[in-house]
């Protein structure tokens, strides 16, 4: 059975069980529980959007979101919808047999549920090899393993086109056919702006970098929390504000799907906030927001 090995592991998490452990453990202690951040009275968590940074920049707020989503919940598969780096692709690319392999022990990947949904869409492949080198799944999967230990992982990566969302809906359908108690996370970082990323509409300085959160990631954001699948690949497309722009629209559809009414945001930084201690002024900044999609209580 394919086995996927870890590829960013020693870069944007320790490569160590023991220092993976314990940098899991410190992100998520350092994440308050619902009642203490006002998320309890939205109802029952459905899915969320996450950063996929090195740790250090975005760990945090990952952390703080699939803890939201996972903690105390009787979760059975992880659905991740994740972004395509280094590949071009009309469509999907499920890795739908097997294991992935993680410094702190293995995840088994859910085969009933790959086989559904692979099954059931035309915009996606089986792709095994895809997945080695894209890290927008792997670096949310040890927060995963340390909340779930016996969770199975559905991982998929999504192109940016105007049909994501179609997938994220046709995925959730099999899903709830099948039978299993899951949750959905898409995996985006937002605005890249800088001359480091040739993106500097604004100019270059501080009331540039503050246009890139305020106002460029604020434009997706506002989507992702008004629930607009539909929108969002044209959005990023148009303005830049996110490499998993497919990954986050069929997140927000597979969620509606699921029963999803609401939305709330988490937390919204950048790295230029998480790194300015560390590294002084920087000309360059990533977004990273972390956003909960709920059904309402009964």
């Excluded at 945001?265 to 560390?278: G, K, Q």
């Amino acid at each position: 059975m394919p086995v996927r090995e870890p590829v960013v592991a020693g870069q944007f998490y320790p490569d160590s069980a023991e220092q993976c452990w314990a940098e899991v453990d410190l992100y998520l202690s350092a994440s308050p529980p619902p009642a203490e951040t006002g998320q309890e009275w939205l109802g029952h968590p459905v899915g969320g959007i996450v950063p996929h940074a090195g740790w250090m920049c975005s760990g945090a707020v990952a952390a703080k979101v699939i803890k939201l989503l996972i903690d105390g919940q009787d979760i059975e598969t992880c659905v991740i919808f994740g972004a395509m780096h280094r590949l071009v692709s009309s469509q999907a690319l499920l890795f739908s047999s097997g294991s992935w392999r993680m410094p702190i022990g293995a995840i088994e990947i859910d085969e009933v549920l790959a086989s559904a949904v692979l099954n059931s869409s035309s915009q996606m492949v089986n792709d095994p090899a895809a997945h080695r080198l894209e890290h927008s799944i792997e670096v949310q999967v040890p927060f995963i393993q340390r909340l779930c230990p016996n969770v199975k992982l559905l991982p998929i990566m999504v192109p940016p086109t105007t049909s994501a969302f179609q997938l994220g809906h046709t995925v959730a359908q099999q899903i709830q056919e099948v039978g299993r108690n899951v949750v959905y996370m898409g995996s985006s970082d937002l605005t890249h702006y800088g001359p480091g990323y040739h993106f500097t509409p604004q100019g270059i300085g501080d009331e540039a970098l503050q246009w890139a959160k305020g106002v460029n990631d604020r434009r997706i954001i506002d989507l992702m929390i008004d629930m607009c699948a539909e929108k969002i690949v044209d959005e990023s497309g148009k303005n830049h504000n996110a490499c998993g722009s497919g990954a986050i629209a069929a997140t927000i559809a597979a969620c509606k799907t699921a029963g999803a009414k609401q939305a709330k945001l988490i937390e919204h930084t950048t790295s230029v906030e998480v790194l300015e201690d560390r590294l002084g002024k920087m000309e360059d900044s990533v977004g990273y927001a972390g956003v909960i999609f709920y059904q309402p209580s009964p």
